[in-house]
């Protein structure tokens, strides 16, 4: 994973066809498409020109110990060879349960996500912006998998740019639950600040107001329901001045899609247009800017707002309505879930969401404030 010499002038979009043939199982959350349907969309919408997309990397046992253990990459590739775990495996590492469960490319596919973090970090350290959506497991643990996450790529990225000689990096994340392995990673450091915004009383029951991760992190816990107007707030009073405060050298945003309306996984209530504000507002702030995935169930709010992303990075504009090319990928779609047998039309039509806006419950002032308070 050797990174360009020269500082990008373009927005690069890294992506690998091991996400449209490789599947969690039919019954799991994650039997969606996703990272291939965005792929699709843009370059159906002429949104990614073949110079603008890297072919992920897969990384390798050794780069993957500058976070996980020997003992637990060796275990994951063991169970993707034999396709089963022994008890004492499934106990010590987490693997072959229900949320992590055995597959074919059980250890290639985490690992092709993690390479593409990891080269995404090395081609930012002299400035630019990489876009990889199949990152973002940030529950991954060392020696462990956690809630779909078999390896943790946002803390390798991390360590990547640290290695690189960065010395002050913020890690925002506004997925629907909470990054555990993440401020893990990072506890008590004073080089990485860690920003979450995450549904409260939601798994992995960590992230709370008051956890500070020995003072690396902000923590803003919020209730079922969370809107629009609500997002902007914490956006502009708590997001972007914790990240000014720490004058990073680079920004690493999660980016799961599973806080919008639509996914089973959460009780939330966003639209797609606070994930492309955050976007922007964040590449504002830095000259080194690097963009995950992570979570979302929903197969069309998935491809929807991540698509949006990257047109927000690569600074194309979102169409009020699709052209046909791009309906056809989202007519293509299917879900099991009973919202998947007839999809709502904007779902097929178009990517922009309509706003969802509300009033800013005073929970929420009193907690942004408390947070502003620690800066």
Known sequence: MRADSRTMEQPLFIGSEIYRRSTYGSKHPLAIPRVST?????????????????????????ALTLFHTPEYIGALQEAERRQQVSEAIRARHALGTISNPVFPEMYRRPATAAGGSMLGAELIA????????????????PDRAGGFCYLNDPALAIRTLLNKGL????????????????????????????????????????????????????????????????????????ILPAVEAHRPEAIVLQCGADAVAEDPLSRLALS???????VAALRSLTPR??????????????????????????????????????????????????AGRTPPEPWLTSLRDAPRMGLIRDEIRTDVQKLADRM
């Not at 969309?41 to 949104?47: E, F, M, P, V």
């Not at 107001?209 to 969370?226: K, Q």
């Not at 797609?272 to 955050?278: A, D, L, S």
């Open 126 to 141: 002299k400035g630019g912006v990489v876009y990889n959506p199949g990152g973002g497991t940030h529950h991954g643990f």
């Open 289 to 338: 800017l690097l963009v995950l995935g992570g979570g979302g169930y929903n197969p069309w709010s998935v491809a929807r707002l991540w698509s949006g992303v990257w047109a927000t990075l690569s600074g194309h504009e979102i169409p009020e309505h699709l052209p046909p090319e791009g309906q056809s990928i989202l007519r293509t779609l299917t879900w099991r879930r009973a």
């Open 38 to 62: 965005v792929i699709d969309l843009c370059r159906a919408l002429g949104w990614l020109p073949p110079e603008r997309y890297r072919t992920s990397p897969r990384a390798k046992p050794s």
């Open 167 to 238: 010395s002050r990096i913020a890690y925002v994340d506004i997925d629907a639950h909470h990054c555990d392995g993440v401020e893990a990673a990072f506890h008590g450091s004073d080089a990485v600040r860690m920003i979450s915004v995450h549904e409260a009383r939601r798994w992995p029951f960590t992230g709370m107001l008051e956890d500070n991760a020995g003072g690396a992190a902000f923590n803003l816990p919020v209730p079922r329901g969370l809107n629009d107007d609500e997002f902007a707030l914490i956006l502009d009073e708590m």
């Open 272 to 278: 797609n247009n606070v994930h492309w504000r955050t």
